[in-house]
């Protein structure tokens, strides 16, 4: 069935030596594999840039229900990056967040608000010029709300610990080893009030930053199955130092 959308583009991977296999986050169908031909002239509509990761493009494809991989009829430019790729800082952040993606939408159906919530991020990153240092942390303890494992911040009060297994502050440590104390539970119900216009007002260190990113992906690896170590987390390791 032929099918209008847009999308965001996670992942793509040479296939053979003029195909690619892109993974991409669709508005309408949620996670989608797809099989793309490259062409051999300057004519052809699906060229290899408009597959770089996080790329938001308006594409129509032919959905087979039981097709592992897709049929890609057309994409063009939804919304063209200003300055991600042109910003060192920025592509670091932007590759993290492609690779988090590729894993914590492994199976994720049509989710609108969640689509949105990614498109609205990635374009507020793009055109902010400065104080995003912090935007991957937000990002990440944000991005909870939507996958359906937020923590709930109502029972927080000073000296509490933090429960990771089951995303809810506690007065007492848990018997098992996943647990924020609490001078990191007090920074961690902090961070996630805070949205990407207020973000900058909450000042980290670099070993600060380190240590949320961290629990962050702590956090998820919990909640998500088989979420694996990030190739990418190195690098934005490096920026920070």
């Known amino acids: 069935m032929l099918t209008k959308t847009e999308a ?25 594999s797809f099989i793309v031909s490259l062409p051999k002239t300057a004519r052809g509509r699906l060229k290899k840039q408009l597959f770089q990761p996080l ?66 991020s990635i374009q507020w990153l793009d055109g ?4 995003f240092a912090n935007f991957h942390l937000v990002f990440l303890m944000r991005l909870a709300r939507f996958l359906g494992f937020y923590p709930n911040l109502e029972g927080y ?30 920074k961690l119900q902090l961070m996630m009030r805070m949205d990407f216009p207020t973000m900058h007002l909450f000042r980290l260190s670099r070993q600060e930053r380190q240590r949320l990113l961290e629990v962050a992906l702590t956090y998820y690896r919990l909640h998500l199955p088989d979420f694996p170590e990030l190739r990418s987390l190195q690098v934005l390791q490096e920026m920070y130092r």
Request: proline share 5%.
């Open 8 to 32: 965001i583009v996670l992942k793509s991977l040479k296939y053979g030596e003029s195909r690619l296999i892109i993974d991409m986050f669709t508005r309408q169908q949620g996670r989608l």
């Open 157 to 186: 009060d000073e000296g509490c610990y933090f429960d990771l297994r089951e995303s809810t502050f506690t007065t007492h440590a848990p018997l098992h080893r996943e647990f924020l104390m609490p001078e990191e539970a007090e």
């Open 128 to 131: 902010r010029e400065s104080l």
């Open 55 to 120: 790329t938001l493009l308006s594409v129509e494809m032919d959905v087979r229900p039981n097709a592992r991989l897709q049929k890609l009829r057309d994409a063009r430019l939804l919304t063209p990056f200003q300055t991600i790729p042109f910003d060192a800082d920025k592509l670091s952040i932007s590759l993290f967040i492609a690779e988090f993606l590729y894993y914590a939408l492994r199976g994720e159906q049509r989710n609108e608000p969640l689509f949105d919530y990614v498109v609205s």
